[in-house]
C-alpha cells in the first residue's frame, strides 16, 4: 500500500516470514511437545528461534518465553510479579505515557490494593531517571517504564532506569515493542529484568510476541495461563510453532536502510506549517505532528490521503484526545491536530 503509512501500528508480513513459517503450517505441523520425532523437529525449531532472538538482545535462550504479543508479555511481567505480593501487596512504579495494556494492568492491580506511581513525562515525552529515584518507596515491587513511545517516538533512558532498579534491587521491565530491532538493546549492560516485544511491529506475523524474564527458570514468576509446562512453565498452552518461526525470519531479515517512503513523507511535510513532537532522542520513523491549524490539517489530508493514526492504534476508534499528548500538556484541541505518521521500520545504532 503506497499510502500505508502507520507502521508502528502494524507492518505487512515479508515473503522471508511466510516462506520460513509455510512448512510449519502444513507439513511439519507436529505438536513441539510431542516425545516423537515429528514433534521433535518442531521443538527444535522454537529452540533456534529462542536462540536467535535471544542473540538479539544480549540474554539466554532459556529467557524467552513466547506470548501471543507483547500485550500478553507486559501483562505477565506486571501481574506475574504482583501476584508474588498479593498478601502484603506494594508499590509499582511506572508512567503516564504507557501503552494501555500497562495502564489498564496497572489500573486492575489498583483495584486490588496495590499502589501505583504514574511519572509525568517533559514536553518532549521525556521521563527523567530523577523522577523515578524519587518515586521509590520501601515497599517497591517492580518498575515498568517502555524503551520508545508508541506515538512519539521517544527514546527514554533505559539505561539509567535499569542502573537505578539494580542499586536498590527493583526488578525493572521495559515495553519494547517499538524499539526491538529497531534500537541496540543489551539486556545485561541496561540492566534489564524483564522486556517485551512483537512480531508484527517488525515484519513478522500477527499473534506472536515474547517476554524476556532473567533466570527465567528461577523467577518465580506466577503464570497467566496454566498448562502443560510450556515456556519454563510460565505460559502453558501448545506452542504456534509457524508464528514463532515466522517471528524469528522477522528478526534474522529485519532491514537497516530507510526506505524511500522516508523521503517522500520529508518531502510532502515540509510544504505544511507543523511541529514534531517529541525530543531529539527519537526513532527517526515515528513522527508526531501538530498542524498549525484546521485548515492546515484539511490541505494535508486531502493532497496526501495517506493511511495515518491520530494518537495509537488503540485509541484510534476512541473520541477522546491521546492520553500521551495531553500527559505533555497539549489542549484536546492541539491534540486534534496532532497525528502520528509512522514510516517502514529500519535498525538505528545506539542505546
Known amino acids: 500500500m503506497n499510502n500505508y503509512f502507520d507502521y508502528a501500528a502494524s507492518t505487512p508480513v515479508t515473503q522471508h516470514v511466510l516462506e520460513a513459517m509455510k512448512p510449519w503450517e502444513n507439513e511439519n505441523f507436529a505438536n513441539a511437545s510431542s516425545a516423537h520425532q515429528a514433534g521433535r523437529t518442531s521443538s527444535q525449531a522454537i529452540q533456534r528461534a529462542r536462540e536467535l532472538i535471544a542473540d538479539k538482545i544480549g540474554a539466554l535462550p ?113 515495553d519494547a515493542a517499538q524499539s526491538f530491532c529497531k534500537c541496540d538493546i543489551d539486556v545485561d549492560d ?76 520529508l518531502s510532502a511535510i515540509k510544504e505544511f506549517e507543523c511541529k514534531r513532537n517529541g525530543s531529539k532522542k527519537v526513532v527517526p520513523t515515528t513522527w508526531s505532528v501538530t498542524f498549525h491549524s484546521d485548515e492546515d490539517v484539511k490541505r494535508f489530508t486531502s493532497e496526501h490521503p495517506w493511511l495515518i493514526s491520530q494518537g495509537s492504534a488503540c485509541n484510534a476508534l476512541s473520541n477522546v484526545a491521546s492520553h500521551v499528548l495531553t500527559a505533555l500538556g497539549m489542549t484536546e484541541e492541539v491534540a486534534r491536530r496532532t497525528y502520528r505518521i509512522s514510516l517502514p521500520p529500519y535498525h538505528i545504532n545506539g542505546k
Open 62 to 174: 532459556s529467557e524467552i518465553i513466547f506470548t501471543s504479543g507483547a500485550s500478553e508479555a507486559n501483562n505477565l511481567a506486571l501481574k506475574g510479579v504482583a501476584f508474588k505480593h498479593l498478601d502484603n501487596k506494594g508499590h509499582i512504579i511506572t508512567s503516564k505515557i504507557e501503552h494501555k495494556c500497562i495502564l489498564n494492568t496497572c489500573a486492575f492491580l489498583e483495584s486490588i490494593g496495590f499502589e501505583v506511581t504514574y511519572l509525568s513525562p517533559d514536553q518532549d515525552g521525556q521521563i527523567s531517571p530523577s523522577s523515578l529515584e524519587v518515586a521509590i518507596q520501601s515497599n517497591t515491587i517492580l518498575i515498568s517504564i517502555h524503551h520508545v513511545n508508541n506515538e512519539l517516538g521517544t527514546i527514554q533512558p533505559i539505561e539509567e532506569f535499569g542502573a537505578i532498579a539494580f542499586e536498590h534491587d527493583i526488578p525493572f521491565h521495559t
Open 190 to 265: 541496561m540492566d534489564i529484568d524483564m522486556l517485551s516485544l512483537s512480531g508484527h511491529k517488525i515484519y513478522g506475523p500477527k499473534g506472536v510476541g515474547a517476554l524476556y524474564v532473567r533466570d527465567a527458570r528461577d523467577s518465580k514468576l506466577v503464570p497467566l495461563i496454566h498448562g502443560g509446562g510450556q515456556e519454563a512453565g510460565l505460559r502453558g498452552g501448545t506452542s504456534p510453532t509457524p508464528l514463532i518461526v515466522g517471528l524469528a525470519a522477522a528478526v534474522e531479515h529485519y532491514p537497516t536502510e530507510p526506505s524511500s517512503d522516508e523521503q517522500r513523507f
